[in-house]
């Protein structure tokens, strides 16, 4: 092209562009057309003056290029715009031929009308893009006009693009947490100039604390949460910002919630046929919840009865339309949106329908004078209330008939078959809901059964690791088919294979053993009857077998059990029992008592803990060893504190914890007496009354307790003088039993009393609580009332260090009891009491 011009004068524009902006003002840039009309001025006067130009992208803009024509007679002239950089004109314009424009500019530049205030080469481009900023120059050339003189420097221009700022990347709307999750909100936005991103959460600028958890990051667009705080949850915004505007996003960070069911599905009761409808909405954060429903424990979907009358709407409700008599059953919609455990919930569907027969056998037989059944085959909810039934078309009144009985699920029982209940028989059964009609047609026939050729004997007796051949054979009534054989152990047990065979009716066993030991039944079956012989099979030379019906009786301290004999083993054999039995719930080895007299099956275990769960087990022994043991009984013994009656050991026992001399022998006083308790001032005033019998033989007392089974001496071999009938006993805990023996010693041997047995109110550890928030307020008397105790009394006794520390506590556990006060020394009297030579007193050791 001929009207290139020479742009080599960029030093010149470069001076320019530095001094237009700095003339103007910034607001330059909002309103062009504005600008324009203050520069075309400028323009027309020099034509080297470039322009500035803001524009917004998008938007567009008119170039005002006014054309000075030469003795300002209008004359031809071509309109081309340059954009710097590129070798094409982007805008080529002459008179009607058509314009020209540049690559990229298509469709977006055109030489504003003549009729609008610009000057005529002014162009208007159109959709800004950031790539249009640069310098654009207006060239008019005359075409009649010798070049040199029309060779006129173009005016110049130049675009600046501002874009308002627009998000690339945000963060979701909703972003569920989990409480100490770590999350990063991601802002970026472009723009120019470059936008700056702000951060508020819940209209409050958010503050990157060094500290905090919240940081801002990648200039500002990342806002980071290591570890999200109940105070973290909220709306966060993030605002781009420049000159040319703001925009914002929010996301708001909300804790996730498992789903919930809010209208759980109820029970229902429908009619067959008609449309079922179980709800099961949830609400959830996130809310994109699955409901699996399932019936009986399977999936709705697999139910293949289901298959064309199920749906499941939108909101997760189970529709069957219609319903049908097996819809029964437990409906389960299980409903979850990932977090947490699935919720759950269930309803029964109920469906009733008239009571029907499901099937109806053609012939059927019953036994000659024996007893039989005509069987009808029904469904029906609800249940079956009556079953109407004709013979020969006729209503059949059972309820008149002697021998026939129409049992509970409708079928009928004849209790003696004769040949005149043979017939046509139909039956209809009714229910609440009516019925749906009759059976079909039952051929009655009445035939002979089979009947026993050969029957086992008895009994079989064998002895272990010999065989038996037990014989049996049956044959059918004419016109009937031959039974079929079968053996069978009574109990159900499986008979064992491996050594058992089977030619037509006689089985053999080999090699038996103690667990073949039993009934066996030799079952002949045809079409007719079914019948039964039984046999025992005995095995001798066993180990016993286990003792059954064990019964237990329990007080506070004993059990009576008693049981009945398993198989001993044979004839020859007798059994022996060993009891075996422990606390339920410890890891303690079983204990194990010997029954005697030998060959007893009952036995009374002493010494039992009470309110206590025991377990028990017997096994019988014979001359061959150890049998089998027998199921676990459990019995409680009693509750003391249930039990008024004073319960006494039986003196003639003790398994364990022996408190009698059995070892020495030797003349013994008679058992002290009436041994009783009180509580008095300074603790428990235990007494007693002398032996009766033998009373010359009494050398001294001593005393035992125990709280649990082991007995203790509370007397800790101090011999109490014969003429003592009383002892104090302190320290005994509230709340608990304690027993009580007291010996009656010769020289060489005792005699106890009956036990006794005392509980402790829990009111003395009450008290002794209510003591100790006493002596939390006076807590310097008590301060004093202790070392006083520690000083003058604990001190003073040489005891275990385990029993003196118990002490100081007692002490002041007593003394607090007593008001108070500040006592000097004990409140009974050491001295006071040998003085008396009545009673001494003692503390109890601490219980383990
Ligand atoms: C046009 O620009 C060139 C280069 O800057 C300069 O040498 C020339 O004088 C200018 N012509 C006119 C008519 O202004
Ligand atoms: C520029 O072109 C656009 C699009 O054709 C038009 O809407 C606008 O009015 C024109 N501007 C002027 C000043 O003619
Ligand atoms: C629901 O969405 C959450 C988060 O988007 C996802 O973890 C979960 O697995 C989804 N749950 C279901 C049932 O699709
Ligand atoms: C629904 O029916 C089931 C089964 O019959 C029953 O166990 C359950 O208690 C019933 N629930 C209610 C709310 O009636
Ligand atoms: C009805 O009950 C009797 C006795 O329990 C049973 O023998 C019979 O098979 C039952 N009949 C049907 C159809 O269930
Ligand atoms: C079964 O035992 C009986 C009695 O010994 C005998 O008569 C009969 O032939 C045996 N049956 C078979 C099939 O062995
Ligand atoms: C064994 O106990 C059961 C029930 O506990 C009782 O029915 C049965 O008669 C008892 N057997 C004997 C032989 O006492
Ligand atoms: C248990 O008590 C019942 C009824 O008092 C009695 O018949 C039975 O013989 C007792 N059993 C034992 C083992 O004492
Ligand atoms: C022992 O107690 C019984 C009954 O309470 C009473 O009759 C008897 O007199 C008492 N004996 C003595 C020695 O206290």
């Known amino acids: 092209m001929g009207l290139r011009l020479d742009l080599d004068h960029v030093s010149s524009l470069t001076i320019a562009s530095f001094i237009i902006p700095y003339i103007c003002s910034t607001s330059v840039s909002f309103f062009v057309v504005f600008i324009l009309a203050i520069f075309s001025e400028l323009a027309h006067s020099s034509s080297q003056n470039a322009m500035h130009i803001t524009a917004i992208l998008g938007e567009s803009v008119v170039f005002n290029c006014p054309v000075e024509f030469p003795g300002d007679h209008p004359v031809p002239y071509v309109l081309q715009w340059e954009k710097k950089g590129q070798d094409i004109p982007i805008f080529i314009w002459y008179e009607n031929y058509p314009t020209h424009s540049g690559v990229g500019y298509e469709g977006r530049v055109s030489r504003v009308s003549p009729d609008s205030p610009y ?29 040199s003189s029309t060779n006129k420097n173009g005016t110049w221009f130049h675009l600046d693009v501002h874009a308002p700022p627009r998000f690339v990347v945000t963060p979701e709307e909703i972003i569920y947490v989990n409480l100490g999750d770590a999350i990063i909100l991601n802002c970026q936005a472009d723009g ?19 500290t905090g958890t ?19 949850i909220g709306d966060y915004t993030c605002i781009a910002r420049n000159g040319e505007g703001q925009i914002s996003h929010t996301a708001r960070v909300i804790i996730a919630g498992a789903a919930v069911i809010m209208v759980p599905p109820m029970n229902q009761t429908k009619l067959e046929g008609e449309k079922l409808e179980f709800p099961c909405g949830a609400k959830a954060l996130p809310g994109n919840v ?32 219609p319903v049908s008599g097996d819809d029964s059953g437990h409906y389960k919609c299980e409903v979850s949106n990932g977090i947490g455990d699935p919720q759950v919930a269930s309803a029964f569907l109920n469906v ?109 007796q064998r002895k272990v690791g010999e065989s038996v051949e037990m014989y049996c054979d049956a044959q059918e009534a ?37 667990t073949d030991f039993g009934y066996y039944q030799c079952v002949a079956t045809n079409e007719v009857a079914t019948i039964v012989a039984t046999t025992q099979l005995v095995v001798e030379g066993t180990q016993p077998h286990a003792p059954y019906n064990i019964t237990v009786n329990t007080t506070e301290f004993n059990a009576a059990v008693s049981w009945l004999p398993g198989y001993s083993g044979g004839p020859d054999y007798k ?43 017997i096994v019988g022994k014979n001359a061959l060893g150890d049998g089998m043991l027998s199921k676990i009984v459990t019995a409680k013994t009693a509750d003391p504190l249930n039990t008024s009656v004073r319960s006494v050991e039986p003196s003639k026992t003790a398994t364990t914890n022996s408190f009698q ?34 009373a010359d033989l009494l050398k001294y007392y001593t005393i035992l307790y125990r709280t649990d089974r082991d007995w203790r001496d509370l007397t800790k071999n101090t011999k109490l003088r014969a003429d003592e009938t009383k002892y104090i006993v302190k320290n005994m805990v509230g709340g608990r039993t304690y027993y009580f023996r007291v010996l009656a010693h010769s020289n060489s041997t005792y005699e106890s009393s009956e036990e006794f047995k005392y509980f402790v109110p829990a009111r003395v550890k009450q008290k002794a609580v209510t003591a100790g928030v006493v002596g939390g307020i006076l807590f310097f008397i008590v301060a004093i009332i202790l070392s006083i105790c520690a000083v003058k009394i604990c001190n003073k006794r040489k005891r275990r260090k385990q029993e003196k520390a118990y002490n100081m506590v007692a002490c002041r556990i007593t003394d607090a009891r007593n008001g108070g006060q500040i006592p000097t020394v004990r409140q009974v009297p050491l001295n006071k009491l040998a003085e008396s030579h009545t009673y001494r007193d003692f503390s109890l050791e601490l219980a383990p």
Not at 433 to 440: F, N, P
């Open 478 to 514: 004419e016109g009937t088919q031959k039974p079929k054989i079968e053996w069978q152990r009574k109990d159900g047990q499986q008979l064992p294979k491996n050594r058992v065979r089977i030619y037509s009716g006689n089985i053999t066993i080999d090699s038996l053993r103690r």
């Open 352 to 460: 009733e329908y008239p009571a029907k027969v499901t099937y109806t056998p053609t012939v059927q037989y019953l036994p000659f004078r024996l007893g039989g059944v005509v069987q009808c085959y029904i469904k029906a909810n609800p249940p079956l209330q009556y079953v109407t039934w004709t013979k020969d078309k006729r209503l059949l009144e059972p309820y008149q008939t002697k021998d026939i009985i129409v049992m509970n699920n409708g079928s009928l029982l004849f209790t003696r078959v004769n040949q005149n209940h043979q017939g046509k028989y139909t039956c209809t059964p009714y229910n609440v809901q009516g019925t749906q009609g009759s059976s079909g047609h039952m051929e009655v026939l009445v035939r002979k059964p089979p009947t026993f050729t050969i029957e086992p004997q008895n009994v079989y």
């Open 290 to 321: 699955t409901i699996l429903w399932s019936k009986d424990g399977q999936p709705v979907r697999e139910v293949t009865s289901l298959e064309t009358r199920l749906s499941i709407k939108r909101d997760g409700t189970l529709v069957i339309n």
């Open 214 to 232: 919240i940081g801002i990051f990648n200039e500002g667009t990342e806002l980071r949460i290591s570890s999200i705080r109940h105070e973290d």
């Open 192 to 210: 120019t100039p470059a936008p700056e991103i702000f951060w508020f959460k819940d209209e409050h600028p958010v503050d990157p604390s060094p």
């Open 575 to 617: 059994q022996e029992y060993t009891l075996w039995y422990r606390e339920v719930g410890t890891i303690a080895d079983w204990s194990r008592v010997a029954v005697t007299p030998i060959g007893s099956t009952s036995i009374i275990i002493n010494n039992l803990k009470p309110s206590t769960l025991y377990e028990f087990q």
């Open 661 to 694: 001399s059995d070892a020495k022998a030797g003349p013994r006083p008679g058992p002290p007496r009436n041994v009783s308790i009180h509580e008095v001032d300074s603790g428990f005033l235990l007494t007693w009354a002398a032996p009766q019998e033998r």
């Open 119 to 147: 000057g005529l080469a002014s162009l208007n481009l159109t959709n800004i893009k950031e790539s249009d900023q640069g310098w654009y120059e207006c060239n008019v050339v005359f075409l009649n006009r010798p070049p």
